[in-house]
């Protein structure tokens, strides 16, 4: 006869429960690491994270805690998804130094340096995943496979667009770590791009022979081609009207709205004197005209530091009269890059990457498309629960700041103050631009390196997304 199992007596954590019944019984498939708020070992190794809620909450031999950790090293680091590399381009203005660049060519830029960074992995990528919120233009058919190839990656390799609108960069990421995490692949980058200077006008075909009309749309931000039933039953608010709705739902005020938009850009500055951004941006060479090489750009270009608030009180409001949105208050319109290298546990111990990160899941949720901004709100609560979290386990987060009003209003929904620290610490969106398909992957970029610098744990990326929806990532330093 079989000897019986030995007993598990009921856990403290829910999460550490099944952490262990599947370890012991053999079924492991999921399982998540420390719960929040148990204390960290001292040294900590990619090599060398066994569950210390494991060896706390039950009273197993040594015998069976070699056993746990052994599996737990085979089955437990070699599918999840660690983040070891980040490079993206500087934030280009409207019109500005990037403007002569396509989005194609903007992609390629960081992926060609992340391989330059890492050159054993250029016949090594599984899959190459680029969020794009436009690809109405120049990014059309699948940008991601022309960046990989014009990259300098191998043909061998494949390479998808991701498209959730603001949020096509965080998700890029977040499709890359589940793909790792599900064993389907080891090695991936994942990033996203945006030229919306270059976002060209579109029609279409005439709907009858010899029609003498035709109606042109502005791709570089917004709707297009709006079906009727869709505004009938939602409306088609554009992005400035959505922050309007959120700042009177939620009763945001613009003298509130204007002191988040100046912190903001005085984070910003602050961080971009002391060589935070620098530690992030690659050089991009712009292409020559009439023979005179085009200059090199190095630097965000659309900070102000001079702002005050006196200048954004100023300032009218663009949706209408009386209203709080500015263009002080809101986000820019910009060109811009970035992109992860994102490596099973395996992989980071083949090619000898260094761990930076553990991607601990992504979230997704929907809201009224009239109150986009608040998206973040309904998607991290599901990440935490998912995750067994709460908002004071971060020790880092970055919120997008699409607008002043919907930033407040998410983080006043999380029980954080207007001006939490650890919140946008550098400065967000309303100072550095937003790049539509780039902002989800510079974010989660720019936590990862804050954990680092303030020697912190757990890390959170949030965006709201057009047409009412949010998505959010969690990230665990190593």
């Not at 042109?216 to 869709?230: L, S």
């Not at 702002?307 to 954004?312: R, S």
């Amino acid at each position: 006869m079989r000897p019986a199992s030995p007993s598990i007596p009921p856990a403290p954590h829910p999460t550490a429960r099944r952490c262990a019944t599947l370890l012991l019984s053999g079924r492991l498939r999921w399982v998540a690491l420390r719960p929040p708020g148990t204390a960290a070992t001292k040294k900590r190794t990619v090599n060398s994270r066994a569950p210390l809620a494991l060896q706390s909450a039950f009273p197993i031999s040594s015998m069976q805690r070699t056993s746990i950790r052994s599996v737990f090293k085979q089955e437990i680091l070699m599918t999840d998804a660690f983040i070891c590399d980040f490079a993206r381009t500087p934030i280009g203005r409207y019109e500005g130094g990037l403007s002569l660049l396509r989005a194609d060519d903007l992609a390629a830029t960081v992926i060609r340096q992340l391989l330059a960074r890492n050159a054993a992995l250029a016949e090594s990528i599984d899959e190459v995943f680029l969020g794009c919120a436009n690809q109405a233009g120049e990014d059309n058919r699948n940008v991601a496979r022309m960046a990989l190839l014009l990259g300098g990656a191998s043909p061998t390799i494949p390479g998808v667009t991701v498209n959730r609108l603001c949020a096509s960069g965080l998700d890029a990421v977040g499709a890359a770590a589940r793909a790792i995490r599900a064993g389907e692949i080891e090695l991936a980058i994942a990033g996203g791009v945006e030229s919306m200077t270059r976002a060209p006008f579109v029609m279409a075909k005439a709907e009858k022979p010899f029609q003498r009309t035709m109606e042109i749309f502005d791709t570089t931000i917004g709707w297009r081609f709006p079906n009727a039933q869709m505004k009938a039953l939602y409306g088609v608010d554009s992005m400035p009207e959505t922050g309007e709705n959120v700042a009177t739902e939620f009763n945001v005020s613009r003298a509130s709205q204007d002191a988040f938009a100046w912190r903001s850009q005085q984070r910003a500055a602050r961080a971009q004197a002391c060589g935070v951004f620098a530690e992030q941006i690659i050089s991009v060479s712009t292409p020559e005209t009439r023979g005179v090489p085009g200059p090199v750009v190095q630097s965000d270009e659309q900070l102000r530091p001079q702002t005050t608030l006196e200048g954004l009180a100023k300032l009218k409001p663009i949706v209408r009269p009386g209203g709080t949105v500015t263009a002080g208050n809101a986000s820019g319109i910009n060109d811009g890059a970035a992109a992860l290298v994102i490596a099973s546990g395996a992989a980071v111990e083949r090619f000898g990457l260094t761990a930076r990160a553990r991607v601990m899941g992504f979230a997704s949720a929907g809201v009224v498309p009239r109150l986009m901004g608040v998206g973040p709100v309904p998607a991290v609560e599901k990440l935490m629960e998912r995750l067994h979290m709460q908002i004071g386990d971060f020790d880092a987060i970055e919120l997008n700041e699409a607008f002043a009003s919907q930033a407040l209003a998410c983080l006043r929904a999380f029980g954080l103050a207007d001006d939490a620290e650890h919140v946008n610490s550098n400065g967000g969106a309303i100072a550095l631009g937003h790049p539509l398909g780039m902002s989800g992957t510079r974010i989660v970029g720019a936590v990862v390196q804050e954990l680092r610098r303030r020697s912190g744990r757990y890390g959170l990326a949030t965006m709201c997304v057009g047409v009412g929806q949010g998505a959010a990532l969690a990230v665990e330093r190593v």
